[in-house]
């Protein structure tokens, strides 16, 4: 029982960065719905293709670009580094592409026609549910035992 007193703090913090972390998977899942719905549309041009940092930044691993996009607003000229690799790239130096844009406050949510989240929210979901699974018994347990 004493070593439950001890170490029930910490796996209870754990809860709440479980949940944290699930409230951060929904929020990048539905981040390109979003931008296009709310942001202004605007036409960017291709000046660089990125290669393919690793499977963190993308749903395949291996080889792919990524385009890296110039484009103006009426606050300035902005690059948005695109995180959707693909082989072979659809886009060329160059390349004129819609982007959307939504810029409030120190917001900065920028995308393309075809990108996608990626595989962070899937990650931050998986994380979210062990991290919950681990934290809320013994915030439960916890909670018990102020009521109790």
């Known amino acids: 029982m004493e ?3 001890s170490i029930s703090p910490y796996f209870s913090f754990l809860a709440f960065i479980g949940t944290y972390l699930l409230i951060l998977a929904n929020d990048r899942s539905h981040l390109v719905g ?3 719905k709310r942001g202004i549309q605007t036409e960017g041009t291709v000046v ?28 300035g000229t902005h690059r948005h580094y695109s995180t959707h690799y693909e082989t072979p790239s659809p886009y060329q130096v160059g ?3 819609q982007v959307w844009y939504y810029f409030y406050k120190s917001k900065r949510e920028v995308t393309l026609a075809d990108e996608d ?5 899937q990650t931050f979901y998986r994380w979210g549910i062990v991290f919950c699974a681990l934290g809320y018994p013994f915030l439960l347990w916890r909670l018990m035992l102020l009521v109790g």
């Open 3 to 5: 070593i439950l007193n």
């Open 34 to 36: 979003r931008v296009k």
């Open 48 to 75: 660089e293709l990125h290669q393919n940092p690793g499977p963190l930044f993308s749903k395949t691993s291996g080889e792919g670009v990524a385009p890296v996009v110039d484009f103006t607003t009426n606050g």
């Open 95 to 97: 390349q004129k592409v």
């Open 117 to 121: 989240g990626g595989t962070l929210p």
